[in-house]
């Protein structure tokens, strides 16, 4: 499992000792995290691993990390490649009301809306 998704179940557990302060926000952030868990994890195609040969510092790519640690020293640890980004998913009506809220009051309010929703799904242009 990556790191980032056992810090969110780490979270995910504190958040859950803490709910009487902040409950509404709370309870949202809960939902988001487990929605987020329970996406399917993409798998590593490749890894970039560092080692040190005679002085040198090298990297490799490899397709077998198994195979290739158990056979060198690696210094740092490997760097996962991935031949695709994760599936993207809607977003949320909290994220599109902020989106609109915070996009209402422009010179080009429904332009600048629709750039807002691209940005939040990483396409578009750049500003």
């Not at 970039?48 to 077998?64: A, F, P, Q, R, S």
């Not at 902020?98 to 080009?108: G, M, P």
Request: net charge negative; glycine share 4%.
């Amino acid at each position: 499992m990556s790191i980032d998704r056992e810090l969110l179940k780490e979270a995910l557990y504190v958040i859950g000792e803490y709910t009487e302060d902040a409950q509404e926000r709370t309870e949202i952030l809960i939902a988001e995290i487990e929605k987020l868990l329970a996406q399917p994890e993409q798998e590593p195609a490749a890894w970039i691993i560092e080692t040190e040969v005679e002085g040198k510092l090298l990297e490799w790519v490899c397709t077998d990390k198994k195979h290739y640690m158990e056979e060198h020293d690696s210094i740092k640890e490997p760097i996962p490649l991935y031949t695709a980004p994760p599936k993207r998913e809607p977003l949320s009506d909290e994220q599109y009301m902020k989106l609109y809220i915070d996009t209402y009051d422009s010179v080009n309010p429904i332009t600048d809306f629709v750039r807002a929703i691209e940005k939040a799904h990483g396409i578009g242009g750049v500003e």
